[in-house]
């Protein structure tokens, strides 16, 4: 990259940060101090607004980045990433948005504790909310790392570092400061700045091949080294056996696990009823659906326009695809309209992650301190105050999310979120649905159920090859690598299921129909919702 490159996205970046910090000053001076306030924004989202900030939290660097990097190098099997995500807020429409609205105040375990005996339950699904938002994050802080050390042209690693670290201070100054109205509003700016660099960016790879996509997926195949293998599935994940079961566990994470990340459920805790939930969410699959749209056109587009291989000899994992697509269609390295549209392409991607990192550290926050503090701490105790635990919490998950995103930045993004997706999917949304829609639901089998699928998934990944045994391992200079797949979700889903039927049908205690029936009638009709 050019020094002009370099000062004007900088210069960009320091824009995106100075108008964060002013909304993050803002919302903490307009707080009133309450976990209401921290952890739901007061509930006073209008559902527009709530929906621009769930797609700004949905639309991550994995999106931006991984997704249209993996399309570049691996043609149809990266498309399938787009699909899953997309797919996945079916689930969360007609299954989760309403009834968690209804049946929580500000976290998941709200709603599993309404019906069980709470300890056991906050302590275990407070833990695996922790878990699944760590392995988000990091996501990001690879996105960030390896962003950066492309614009400032480094072979990269004191500016990977440095850029990890900078993104993990200032998302926990938005969370520790501004709280949930900060956080929203920063997705909400963020959301506008990535549709609006996305349509651009799709709107110039059109005008190149004159809207013509049959020309687009041609000049793709031809520019990738593999011919017309990478417009048809199996050039990632139809080479054996073993890569088909991993395409299958890959697409039963995505689709399942988005109604079970953390994140993304507290959103809708900050509009004022479940209609209004319900129509978030309507505002945000229609903005992410137009959004992975065309990050298909952007990865096919950087395969025919920069090439799969040089997109490869920038990055191994493909996530600097579109920083390079958008310095090309500008005109060039050297040329004015090739800096501006890389820098500003680069501005967005990071305001991105920052939005995306600020929400995550507030869920997990609230997860540390709403559930697992509350319930942890001897009774009769001096008690620090709610919102003050989550505060500090965000600092300790911030020091967490620094750490392993220095140790996994060689990893795609799209990949790291893909495995956050298989736990959430395997730990959380068993017990969510077991609670909302199984009357014989026990307290042993919401705990079974939770780590039922956290501790195989967990311990899957740590026996998979994304941990050890190959080149693009975290630790390739071992192997202890006993699961054959990179995603864990085809073994760990199903046991979180059968965990908790197991749990409940073994457990010593009667189901409580009444606090069945109550969170039933509460769940459908919103009575006595907060």
Not at 178 to 205: C, D, F, P, Y
Not at 286 to 299: A, H, K, R
Not at 363 to 381: I, K, N, Q
Request: neutral net charge; contains cysteine.
């Amino acid at each position: 990259m050019t020094q002009d490159h370099r000062a004007l996205a900088l210069l960009l970046f320091s824009v995106f940060i100075a108008i964060t910090l002013a909304i993050t000053t803002w919302a903490g001076r307009n707080r009133r101090g309450s976990a209401e306030e921290f952890y739901a924004g007061g509930r006073l989202f209008s559902p527009m607004e709530n929906g621009f900030a769930i797609a700004g939290d949905y639309m991550s660097a994995a999106s931006f980045l991984g997704i249209s990097g993996l399309i570049a190098l691996f043609g149809y099997d990266g498309m399938l990433y787009s699909v899953g995500f997309l797919v996945a807020w079916l689930v969360v429409l007609f299954l989760v948005a309403e009834l968690v609205r209804n049946c929580g105040r500000f976290t998941l375990a709200d709603v599993v504790a309404a019906r069980m005996r709470e300890r056991p339950v906050r302590i275990a699904v407070g833990t695996s909310s922790v878990t699944v938002s760590v392995l988000y994050l990091v996501a990001q802080m690879v996105g960030a790392g390896t962003l950066v050390a492309l614009l400032l042209g480094g072979d990269g690693g004191a500016a990977q570092a440095w850029t990890v670290i900078g993104v993990g201070a200032l998302m926990v100054i938005y969370v520790s400061f501004g709280g949930m109205r900060a956080t929203t509003w920063i997705q909400i700016v963020k959301s506008v700045l990535l549709l609006g660099g996305t349509i651009a960016l799709t709107v110039l790879v059109l005008l190149r091949f004159h809207g013509d996509i049959d020309r687009l997926l041609l000049g793709a195949a031809e520019h990738s080294g593999h011919g017309k293998a990478f417009l048809a599935p199996g050039l990632r994940y139809g080479g054996d056996w073993t890569s088909r079961f991993d395409f299958i566990s890959l697409g039963l994470a995505l689709v399942l696990g988005t109604a079970g990340l953390p994140h993304i459920l507290s959103r809708f805790y900050t509009v004022p009823t479940a209609r209004a939930a319900r129509r978030s969410v309507v505002w945000a699959i229609g903005l992410i659906g137009g959004f992975y749209l065309m990050t298909i056109v952007l990865g096919f587009g950087a395969a025919a326009i920069v090439g799969t291989a040089e997109v490869r000899a920038s990055n191994a994992a493909g996530n600097t695809a579109v920083p390079l697509l958008a310095l090309d269609l500008g005109g060039g390295a050297d040329s004015t309209g090739g800096t501006v549209l890389f820098a500003v392409v680069a501005a967005v991607a990071f305001a991105t992650i920052l939005a995306v990192v600020a929400g995550i550290t507030l869920a997990s926050s609230a997860s540390v301190a709403h559930d697992l503090y509350a319930s942890l701490r001897r009774r009769g105790g001096k008690a620090r105050s709610e919102v003050t635990v989550a505060r500090l919490a965000a600092v300790g998950i911030g020091v967490v999310a620094i750490a392993l995103g220095l140790l996994a930045r060689d990893l795609n993004v799209a990949f790291l979120v893909g495995l956050a997706f298989a736990v959430a999917a395997s730990a959380n949304l068993p017990v969510l649905l077991y609670s909302l829609f199984w009357r014989d639901f026990t307290t042993r089998g919401a705990v079974w159920s939770v780590y039922g699928g956290l501790i195989p998934a967990m311990v899957l990944v740590a026996l998979s090859p994304v941990v050890s045994g190959g080149p693009q391992s975290l630790f390739p200079g071992v192997d202890f690598q006993y699961f054959p797949l990179d995603n864990p979700g085809i073994v760990s889903i199903p046991l979180g299921f059968v965990a908790g039927w197991l749990g409940t049908v073994t457990s010593p205690e009667a189901p409580d129909e009444a606090k069945h029936a109550e969170t039933e009638v509460r769940s459908l009709t919103g009575a006595g919702a907060v």
